[in-house]
């Protein structure tokens, strides 16, 4: 019966994501909708795109987005050709049980997708404050020099990759889990991989422009020649904020020159 299915449906969906929701109950709504009254299946149509909706709302590929608005609106015509006449209800069957295999196939991916990036997300979490560590290393370590030394362009470059793994892991957190799943993580290895360049190359652009005197010192602007604590902690600011903002520009970039010539 439609109750016994629309309970066995709920109890699967409530295991949780690792167990591919959607994807485990697709055969049983299949089922469902062979025998859904006109009125549940407008319903259950309405639900299906309002899932798609969700997952299409954060996915970057703007050819998906654009099929998902075609797609919407020939669903939504069945919709409304089944308002005026429930003769053609088969129609509005035949487009749910093929919405429901989309949405099925995306859920997936999405839960995949969340395995994948909850791993990486942890090795870039703690990958940051190991760059930091070792950026700072050489002021905070015993050595015979009591007075410690200045940081170099090593320090800075390592301090530039924290700050780009930074955004690159803000970046992932709020990306769409479906594209992790669907590209097995590939691409978002590939964005921590370039983080880390572009983190390496403007901590080391920006400390040979404060060291060849394009910028002068300030109370915001530190010596790179001093071990003052004050300049330390600017210095870690300043390259730290560098390859964060760095990373976002240059993502931004590309993302803009994709899509004008899309």
């Given at each position: 019966?439609?109750?016994?299915?629309?309970?066995?449906?709920?109890?699967?969906?409530?295991?949780?994501?690792?167990?591919?929701?959607?994807?485990?109950?697709?055969?049983?709504?299949?089922?469902?909708?062979?025998?859904?009254?006109?009125?549940?299946?407008?319903?259950?149509?309405?639900?299906?795109?309002?899932?798609?909706?969700?997952?299409?709302?954060?996915?970057?590929?703007?050819?998906?987005?654009?099929?998902?608005?075609?797609?919407?609106?020939?669903?939504?015509?069945?919709?409304?050709?089944?308002?005026?006449?429930?003769e053609t209800k088969d129609n509005l069957r035949a487009e749910l049980r093929?919405?429901?295999?989309?949405?099925?196939?995306?859920?997936?991916?999405?839960?995949?997708?969340?395995?994948?990036?909850?791993?990486?997300?942890?090795?870039?979490?703690?990958?940051?404050?190991?760059?930091?560590?070792?950026?700072?290393?050489?002021?905070?370590?015993?050595?015979?020099?009591?007075?410690?030394?200045?940081?170099?362009?090593?320090?800075?470059?390592?301090?530039?990759?924290?700050?780009?793994?930074?955004?690159?892991?803000?970046?992932?957190?709020?990306?769409?889990?479906?594209?992790?799943?669907?590209?097995?993580?590939?691409?978002?290895?590939?964005?921590?991989?370039?983080?880390?360049?572009?983190?390496?190359?403007?901590?080391?652009?920006?400390?040979?422009?404060?060291?060849?005197?394009?910028?002068?010192?300030?109370?915001?602007?530190?010596?790179?020649?001093?071990?003052?604590?004050?300049?330390?902690?600017?210095?870690i600011f300043w390259a730290f904020i560098t390859g964060f903002m760095f990373?976002?520009?240059?993502?931004?970039?590309?993302?803009?020159?994709?899509?004008?010539?899309?």
């Amino acid at each position: 019966s439609i109750v016994a299915l629309q309970s066995l449906i709920c109890k699967r969906r409530k295991e949780g994501p690792s167990t591919w929701t959607e994807y485990r109950v697709f055969t049983v709504e299949q089922a469902m909708v062979k025998v859904l009254p006109v009125k549940d299946l407008i319903s259950r149509t309405h639900a299906g795109l309002d899932d798609l909706k969700e997952y299409n709302e954060r996915r970057s590929d703007i050819e998906e987005k654009r099929y998902f608005e075609d797609q919407a609106e020939r669903i939504n015509q069945a919709i409304d050709e089944v308002e005026k006449s429930e003769e053609t209800k088969d129609n509005l069957r035949a487009e749910l049980r093929m919405l429901l295999e989309i949405v099925a196939y995306y859920d997936k991916n999405w839960a995949i997708g969340s395995e994948i990036l909850r791993e990486l997300l942890i090795a870039i979490a703690f990958t940051v404050p190991i760059f930091l560590f070792i950026g700072i290393a050489p002021t905070v370590l015993p050595s015979q020099d009591s007075s410690g030394s200045a940081l170099g362009f090593v320090n800075w470059a390592f301090f530039g990759v924290a700050g780009s793994l930074t955004a690159v892991l803000r970046k992932l957190y709020l990306g769409s889990k479906v594209e992790v799943g669907l590209t097995e993580g590939k691409n978002e290895l590939y964005q921590a991989l370039k983080g880390a360049i572009l983190g390496l190359v403007s901590g080391v652009m920006v400390y040979a422009m404060l060291k060849g005197g394009f910028v002068e010192n300030g109370k915001i602007v530190p010596d790179v020649y001093s071990n003052d604590p004050k300049d330390i902690g600017l210095s870690i600011f300043w390259a730290f904020i560098t390859g964060f903002m760095f990373e976002n520009f240059f993502d931004k970039a590309v993302r803009e020159h994709s899509q004008s010539n899309g």
